[in-house]
């Protein structure tokens, strides 16, 4: 099968986010989060500066650190090069799609959404990482990837909305449900850093959370526990051997998922399985939209 010019532009924008999604994860994990402490500029400038001696009187020296700073600043370029990769896909849409309205008005909606994403990057920077506002940024994040997953294969495949919304409400469910133990999972990694800036041990951190932990251990079991079931009833009712597989699929990542979660509770928040886990969180998430996606063609 030969891809036309927007499929392809389509699956390198939405591997781009997710690559996106996959450095945002590096900087929470390694502390770059305010590695640029303002926003859009660095320490002022559009390019960062090259030694604290260059900073501008009204930043701190205290708050330079060269490997935060760049790292948090290649993240903010990667971000914008995906806004344009996003903008090319949405003009593509318009340009060789125009009679389907589904693709484009799904592309347009992920590119205001982008747009939005870059303002929420400036109120997370301005709320100094403040939990609510980066787990808004993540949740964003996720939709905008999940809107180009569903143009993606809608222009691959045509999608019956119908047949999806009668066959496909079980995965509707499992898809909220992951989604919003994504944004508990985002709240609990915001305690956590909140623990550690008070001085707690990074292997007792954790212990901290308390109630807000203990949800988001039960919801991942949770959505464990769907991925299973739903796998053993397309296995059981012989369905068609493609849905069987990315059911598989959906399962083997949520058994990864909750494996990492361990890791990470019992590993002293080991930073490359923190990365590793948020990571496979949207791989799931992207899985199961797309087995959604089958169900429907």
Known sequence: MRLTSFQRLALWT?????????V????????????????????????????ADALPPQFDVSQFNPTLMWTEYLNRLLGVTVGFLILA???????????????VWTTTAALLLTGFQGWLGGRVVAHELAAWIVTVHMIVAMV????????????????NLR?????????????????IQIGFGTQVRGAVDSALDAGVARSSAISTVGR?????????????????????????????????????????????????????????????????HLTIASL??????????????
Do not use: K
């Open 89 to 103: 896909t949405t003009i593509s849409a318009w340009r060789h799609h125009r009679h389907q309205p589904r693709i």
């Open 144 to 159: 905008i990837v999940q809107l180009l997953l569903f143009a993606t294969v809608d222009s691959l495949a045509r999608i």
């Open 24 to 51: 945002g994860g590096l900087v929470r994990a390694s502390g770059a989060g305010l590695g640029c402490p303002d926003w859009p500029r660095c320490f002022g400038s559009w390019i960062p500066p090259a030694s």
């Open 284 to 297: 799931l998430l992207g899985a199961e939209t797309v087995l959604l996606l089958r169900f429907a063609n």
């Open 163 to 179: 047949t999806l919304l009668s066959r496909g409400w079980p995965l509707l469910l499992l898809i909220a449900l992951t989604l």
């Open 212 to 276: 807000l932990d203990l949800l988001h251990r039960d919801l991942a079991f949770a959505v464990l526990a769907a991925c299973a079931a739903l796998s053993w009833w397309l296995f059981s009712r012989r369905a068609e051997a493609n849905l069987i597989r990315w059911s598989f699929a959906v399962l083997s990542l949520a058994v990864i998922q909750v494996g990492l979660g361990a890791v990470m509770a019992y590993g002293s928040l080991l930073p490359a399985a923190q990365v590793a």
């Open 14 to 22: 939405t591997a781009a986010t997710y690559f996106l999604i996959l």
